[in-house]
Nanobody
Framework: QVQLVESGGGSVQAGGSLRLSCAIT????????MGWFRQAPGKEREGVAH???????DYAESVKGRFTITRDKVKNILYLQMNNLKPEDTAMYYC????????????????????????RGQGTQVTVSS
């Protein structure tokens, strides 16, 4: 079982920063891949950042160089640091995880992203104004 609870969304001006957090509860403990995806009104969901248990990461082209995904293994919290935010980053952001996908290499081989993961949180809104 995997439970995910996001926090940290809010409103910011373009160029600003936000850090999203996702509290992870997983039982029994096992390796899995986690990530963040977002959905803006009228747009398709987009997987933006991924992290597997080995520490490998993967980012959407739209956020590379601006977003960083990390995990505090002691506190079991997944973070998404978002810098240089743009109005087009405005969306509902969801934390997601999948115990059936152990590595990012597997995820990419299967053509999947956080959008497809088996478990997700309730989402947190990010609004970037120009």
């Amino acid at each position: 079982q995997v439970q995910l609870v996001e926090s940290g969304g809010g409103s910011v001006q373009a160029g600003g920063s936000l850090r999203l957090s996702c509290a992870i509860t997983i039982y029994p403990t096992r390796k899995f891949t986690m990530g963040w995806f977002r959905q803006a009104p009228g747009k398709e969901r987009e997987g933006v950042a991924h992290l597997d248990s080995d520490g490998s990461t993967d980012y959407a082209e739209s956020v590379k160089g601006r977003f960083t995904i990390t995990r505090d293994k002691v506190k079991n919290i997944l973070y998404l640091q978002m810098n240089n935010l743009k109005p087009e980053d405005t969306a509902m952001y969801y934390c997601a995880g999948d115990t059936g996908i152990v590595t990012i290499a597997t995820m990419k081989h299967l053509g999947l992203s956080a959008v497809d993961f088996e478990s997700r949180g309730q989402g947190t809104q990010v609004t970037v104004s120009s």
